[in-house]
């Protein structure tokens, strides 16, 4: 098995006190679902990150957080980290970005 795609439970995280950024946006997308926000884990690329994972909620306009840091942007903000999507997941769906364009797109509008 590798251990480099070892996984934990959002309560083994919480024991453990150490995951990365998959298992904190996990956790922090199973926070807002609990207060009744429509949250999204979105895995893609970042600057500096690289390979990385973010939180997107929609209830209050499209903002994707940080799930380290704690920070929100606004999915229109030239500034976001957040560069490229590959997925994005909840619960009940799974979406895969098979263009990789660079073009963030939601319901076929751009963000």
Same mark, same amino acid.
């Given at each position: ?19 990365? !950024?998959?298992?904190? &946006?996990?956790? $922090?997308?199973?926070?807002?679902? @609990?207060?009744?926000?429509? *949250? #999204? ?7 500096? !990150?690289?390979?990385? &994972?973010?939180? $997107?909620?929609?209830?209050?306009? @499209?903002?994707?957080?940080? *799930? #380290? ?43």
């Amino acid at each position: 098995m590798n251990l480099l795609s070892f996984r934990f439970w959002p309560q083994q995280f919480l024991h453990m006190l150490a995951g990365d !950024e998959e298992e904190h &946006a996990i956790l $922090l997308c199973n926070y807002f679902k @609990y207060r009744n926000k429509s *949250a #999204y884990v979105v895995l893609g690329t970042g600057i500096p !990150e690289g390979s990385t &994972a973010y939180v $997107l909620t929609v209830d209050d306009g @499209y903002k994707l957080w940080n *799930a #380290y840091t704690g920070e929100s942007f606004d999915v229109q903000d030239a500034n976001c980290p957040l560069k490229s999507i590959e997925c994005v997941f909840n619960e009940g769906n799974v979406s895969d970005n098979h263009y990789r364009q660079s073009v963030i797109t939601y319901k076929n509008k751009p963000w």
